[in-house]
């Protein structure tokens, strides 16, 4: 037992040395320098949430190094980059408030805009529950102009074009943001509400067409025309049985088409409002606002 309480008490002694580097073997890999090391490596190879798992045993290690602020915006950058939305969506912001937090609450709209729940990251911005300074300005003002877009509603987007007291970032991009607007008019212009889909359905294969498949709508016309003239043939030749059978066929082949037509619209507006998030995002410039956001607010992790 004495000498149990010895080693016990050696590693206490030593063992904040141990971790801060400062004597070479088991654990010298753990110091500081090399998880930071590590870790900067993982990003520039793109192994993101790796990274952010060597930034968490960083701040655990060293909390000297990183202040839970910087912590928290670098993992939900890391988390960003490595496309762990619901994640980042589903995190709360932080106790201090701050520059921090109004980061935080950015990568969190971001994260929802980008697992489509378009109207809880519109909610977000448009009461974010704390004061951001004017150096937030231009970040909020995209997100506000991308969700007007996304939720179809261009007059509210050309509202926040045409105000007198537009960011200098935006207002030197203004061209830009008008094209933004064009296109996603265009865009959203193609989407169909699914209830005229499956109304649409009542005529074989009309659902599909209407929702902008129509080779698989001549498809189901074809199918159904054929097994319905089967059906009749059958009855008028006294063949009940296949009558019968040809009929059920015929019926599940329409009732397919009806649903079909319904689920293929809605499949064809998320398609479109995807395509449509990833260029507005892209034009706006949001990853490349992540990385700002992290080099001044959270820690550096390029490499040096």
Known sequence: MRILAVVVLYYVITGPGVLMGETPGLYHEYSRDTILGFTRHLVRNGEYYRASVELERLAVFYPSTISIEQYSVSHMFLLMKGHQYRQVAASGNIDSGGPAACVRTLLRSDAMLYASSYQDSAALLVNPGMQCDSTFGAYFWKRRYVASLLGNRPEEASA??????????????????????????????????????????????????????????????????????????????DNEPLGVCFGAVAAFFYSGSIAGGYLEAKRNNRIIRENLRDSLCGDAGFAEDWDRLNNEYGLSLSEK
């Open 160 to 237: 926040l074009l045409e105000t007198n007291n537009l960011p200098p970032d935006i207002l030197q991009k203004k061209q830009l943001y008008r094209d933004m607007l064009s296109y996603s008019e265009g865009k959203l212009s193609r989407t169909v509400a699914p209830w005229k889909a499956l109304w649409a359905g009542a005529v074989p294969g009309l659902g599909y067409a209407c929702a902008g498949n129509r080779p698989t709508g001549i498809v189901a016309f074809v199918m159904v025309s054929v097994l319905s003239a089967l059906t009749v043939a059958s009855f008028k030749t």
